[in-house]
């Protein structure tokens, strides 16, 4: 076990430098070649194109780091208990968090205790739970956005500046063996092959997150986490679907759908806890 804990603290610190070093990548791609080189400047004034693309790309960007500040900002920590706690009798002995009692875990990774957990984000390095499930949410939904753009923006990169085509539907599977192959032989510059390599970075997290954000909204409005799921516990939850969304979201949901503000109240209690068992 104690191997166990091991690779995931140090997947708890790889995992957000990972992030954000795919972030900053991003930013320099995009600013650097695909603006530039897909919307070429005809005069002294950056173009309609150029702008609209640049704020549209700027606008996901904001949002999906702003969310991701507020996930690890709004932390769904116990305030009333600070200590490390005695394990419940009942407890599975995960290897990432042990089950209390009343909706609580205790995450050996965070050292604490958390409200209504449901997982552990390496990404954003701590709990999500009852208090910041609205913020990874919409996370998910602006990261998969941000890297399915960009996808975009690369595979339109790759085919103006170095003419590659993307008409055949399995080109995605031979692109990166092939590409690697040809830079070995000195064929192709090492900018094309960072730029696939990136393609299937930003394919990957913009799938995963996306089946990120179906399986939390669905657990939200069955009013369930993941680690009930694990445990197999089916919570008799009698309000309707749109009470569990609006508990997670908010009454201002609408707003927190466009910019990643505060749209529910933050409770310092643990009353809500209490609903669980």
Not at 7 to 32: D, G, M, Q, S, W
Not at 53 to 75: E, P, S
Not at 105 to 129: A, E, P, Q
Request: hydrophobic share 45%; charged share 15%; net charge positive.
């Amino acid at each position: 076990m104690f191997t166990r804990m091991l690779k995931l603290r140090l997947l708890n610190a790889v995992a957000p430098a990972y992030f954000f070093t795919a972030t900053a990548a991003t930013f320099i791609l995009h600013f650097c070649f695909f603006v530039p080189t897909i919307f070429p400047n005809q005069g002294p004034s950056p173009g309609g194109c150029t702008t609209l693309h640049t704020v549209v790309f700027l606008y996901l960007m904001f949002n999906a780091l702003g969310n991701y500040v507020m996930t690890i900002k709004y932390t769904s920590e116990s305030a009333n208990e600070t200590a490390v706690p005695v394990c419940s009798p009942h407890c599975s002995d995960k290897v990432d968090a042990h089950y209390l009692l009343n909706g609580r875990h205790f995450c050996k990774l965070c050292r604490k205790i958390i409200l209504k957990r449901d997982h552990h984000c390496f990404f954003t390095g701590n709990c999500i739970g009852n208090k910041n499930m609205r913020y990874f949410v919409m996370f998910c939904i602006y990261t998969s956005c941000t890297c399915l753009y960009s996808l975009v923006l690369g595979v339109a990169f790759l085919t103006v500046e170095f003419s590659m085509s993307f008409e055949n539907p399995f080109t995605f599977l031979t692109l990166l063996p092939f590409s690697t192959g040809y830079f070995f032989m000195g064929t192709i510059a090492g900018l094309q092959l960072f730029v696939v390599l990136m393609l299937y970075v930003w394919l990957g997290i913009g799938l995963v997150c996306a089946g990120f954000c179906c399986q939390q909204v669905l657990l939200v409005a069955r009013g369930q986490t993941w680690c009930q799921m694990q445990r197999g516990e089916l919570v008799e939850n009698h309000n309707p679907w749109r009470t569990n969304l609006k508990d997670v979201f908010g009454t201002r949901w609408i707003l927190g759908l466009f910019l990643p503000v505060q749209t529910v109240e933050t409770c310092t209690d643990d009353t809500d806890a209490h609903k669980e068992d």
